[in-house]
């Protein structure tokens, strides 16, 4: 099947806005690219520190700098569920790298802290620039020089997009991203999302919506509802930076072991000591990053990655925008229903099928670029193979299931869920916006009802509770943006959204924060860019005028008449009350800095900016070349 001609023209239009910042990347890539071991280039007393502490196998190995020297870059704590797995890792890998001619050495941790834990609360105001922390952290574990290629290990939130803005700074290493896989199902996550909106009307108590939340968030794993986490291994997946079926294999299993110590093997092989040199800035390239946006589609994926994969693509010296995103979304039809978008969970999309299954279905359409390099090699087909253990418990690969073992959970490209990924951009008076629309009923995906304005997600839930919000309206919660406060997701929105719009009211949301992967069935208009504090519209908005959310045209519209609109002063907030506490006055700095929602929401420019630009004012070209 040839490539369809919008993700074809997609892929032209971003490889030539991006035709000055990629080759100024790849320029910076080439020149720290040298033969041999990177520590043979160090001097002799940095090279002692660098194997002081070794056992006398791996020092003498080091010392002599014939085998390749493997970076460990680990996100691991015991708090978060997703990444307590990774505790093991290291001894994996260490032993299979010997076993493979190399060494592997612990080169650093980075933060790992778990929206699921600090929703709702200050903490979160932290989260998303933990993200540009992680990126950092990445780049101190890596700039000792004495790596010859590296392994991330990382699954959740803004842990994984920050594993790859770091490496991708050190992008002449091999790197391969090492996951951990998602804990056993428990108690279903449509069940659990009912038992919380009988908690937000008041018919039942917190014993039973704890009793809830601890039986489906139970044991070491990701959390199985497809929201961020989960989204970023589809994505490491599909952009070939995972060995082939490793996103959704359960932890201490032995078959995520053997993908653990095969990763350590096979990113050995790919530094300049073998003949299969190939470095992660030759992975990650526009076709790269389209695939990673097609794949976010083609499954409902997390509505943050309209933020992080820009952030991502700009480290490689890539420019995308939300008109890609919205133009692909037209093409690529939804093949998987999870959670929040269907009943299933991961485990459930795995069980039927899973990446193998769904990349085949893609690649078979057209919708995927094939000819990309990955950590496997040449090509893209061998994604559509999944692994197991033989008789002999080697780890080996197969083609994935012919047909889907469920099709309410995955389906062939030839008969979708629907023909679209439902994901879409918003313009209007507003700004400009993102919604997900793939869990969003057809009957609610157009709302007109007037504002009712709030100034934080707290707010909304006091007006619930007294009873205030009975009624047709939008939500307007605004300095909600990275500049305010840091753009905390608003999780604690949805429950009591979902109970007005299940009385019959028109509700829907608009706001200058983030929803994440389980923004669910309420329309919510969110990232609206600029935000408030960076000249953005949302506060111009008074109670009472009527807003139009228009999901099917793409359309979001304060409808004001032009000249009051014109000359409305904008509303203030008192933000100190985000400004310390948590640790949120360490970064005040983050927040006065930080680019916009549509050009990644990041604290740094240097090289990730185009040249004299600086990092907040990034251009976002909109040319359309046809498809070269």
């Known amino acids: 099947m040839s490539l369809n001609p919008v993700v074809a023209a997609v892929t032209a239009r971003i490889r030539h806005r991006s035709q000055a910042l990629r080759a100024l990347y790849l320029k910076r890539i080439d020149a720290a690219r040298e033969s041999g071991t990177a520590r043979g280039r160090l001097g002799c007393t940095n090279l002692a520190h660098a194997f002081a502490a070794s056992d006398s196998g791996d020092k003498s190995q080091l010392r002599a700098g014939r085998w390749p020297n493997l970076a460990i870059v680990s996100a691991y704590n015991d708090m978060l569920s997703a990444h307590q797995p990774l505790e093991r890792y290291p001894a994996i890998i260490k032993q299979a790298a010997r076993e493979a001619f190399a060494v592997a050495q612990f080169a650093g941790g980075v933060p790992a802290m778990c929206d699921g834990v600090t929703q709702g609360e200050p903490g979160m105001e932290l989260s998303l620039f933990s993200r540009d922390v992680i990126a950092m952290s990445t780049a101190i574990a890596l700039s000792h020089n004495t790596f010859d290629a590296a392994?991330?290990?990382?699954i959740c939130d803004k842990i994984v997009p920050g594993l790859v803005i770091g490496a991708l700074s050190f992008g002449h290493l091999p790197t391969v991203f090492v996951p951990g896989g998602p804990m056993p199902s428990g108690l279903p996550n449509d069940d659990k999302a009912k038992v919380r909106q009988l908690f937000a009307q008041g018919k039942v108590g917190r014993d039973a919506l704890l009793e809830s939340e601890a039986q489906s968030y139970h044991g070491p794993g990701t959390c199985t509802f497809y929201g961020t986490a989960n989204s970023n291994q589809m994505l490491m997946e599909v952009m070939g930076l995972h060995l082939p079926g490793a996103a959704f294999v359960n932890p201490n299993t032995p078959l995520r072991d053997a993908l653990t110590a095969a990763a350590a093997k096979r990113v050995a092989a790919l530094t300049t000591l073998g003949d299969t040199y190939t470095p992660i800035a030759a992975i990650v390239d526009e076709r790269a990053i389209v695939n990673a946006i097609v794949g976010l589609h083609a499954t409902g994926g997390s509505t943050n990655h309209t933020i992080h994969l820009i952030a991502m693509a700009r480290a490689a010296g890539i420019v995308i925008d939300w008109d890609d995103f919205s133009d692909l979304s037209g093409v690529v039809p939804l093949l998987a229903r999870i959670y929040p978008n269907g009943k299933a969970d991961v485990n459930h999309f795995h069980a039927a099928g899973g990446m193998g299954y769904l990349i085949r279905e893609l690649l078979a359409a057209g919708l995927l670029h094939g000819d990309v390099q990955t950590v496997a090699g040449p090509g893209l087909a061998a994604y559509a193979q999944e692994p197991f253990l033989d008789g002999d418990g080697k780890l080996v690969w197969r083609d994935a299931p012919a047909v889907s073992g469920d099709d309410s959970v995955l389906r062939p490209a030839s008969n979708p869920f629907s023909a679209d990924g439902?994901?879409?951009?918003?313009?209007?008076?507003?700004?400009?916006?993102?919604?997900?629309?793939?869990?969003?009923?057809?009957?609610?995906?157009i709302v007109e009802a007037p504002a009712l304005v709030f100034d934080s997600q707290e707010a909304v839930q006091a007006a619930f509770k007294r009873g205030d919000l009975r009624r047709d309206f939008v939500a307007v919660v605004r300095y909600q943006g990275p500049r305010a406060n840091g753009m905390p997701e608003l999780h604690k929105l949805t429950p009591p959204l979902a109970v007005l719009q299940d009385e019959g009211f028109h509700v829907a949301l608009v706001t200058d924060g983030r929803m994440s992967g389980a923004s669910g069935k309420v329309p919510a208009a969110i990232h609206v860019s600029p935000e408030c504090l960076a000249g953005g519209a949302l506060d111009r908005v008074r109670d009472g005028d009527l807003i139009r959310l228009d999901a099917e045209a793409g359309t979001l519209?304060?409808?004001?008449?032009?000249?009051?609109?014109?000359?409305?002063?904008?509303?203030?907030?008192?933000?100190?009350?985000?400004?310390?506490?948590?640790?949120?006055?360490?970064?005040?700095?983050?927040?006065?800095?930080?680019?916009?929602?549509?050009?990644?929401?990041?604290?740094?420019?240097?090289?990730?900016?185009?040249?004299?630009?600086?990092?907040?004012?990034?251009?976002?070209?909109?040319?359309?070349?046809?498809?070269?």
Do not use: C
């Open 557 to 628: 519209e304060a409808l004001v008449d032009a000249a009051e609109w014109a000359a409305r002063l904008p509303a203030t907030a008192d933000l100190s009350g985000n400004e310390s506490g948590m640790g949120r006055e360490l970064f005040a700095s983050a927040r006065a800095m930080v680019s916009t929602a549509e050009t990644g929401a990041v604290i740094f420019g240097g090289g990730l900016a185009p040249p004299a630009v600086t990092a907040d004012l990034w251009p976002v070209e909109h040319e359309n070349p046809s498809a070269e």
């Open 422 to 445: 439902g994901l879409r951009r918003l313009t209007g008076n507003l700004g400009r916006s993102v919604i997900k629309v793939s869990a969003v009923k057809p009957e609610h995906r």
């Open 151 to 154: 392994l991330m290990l990382g």
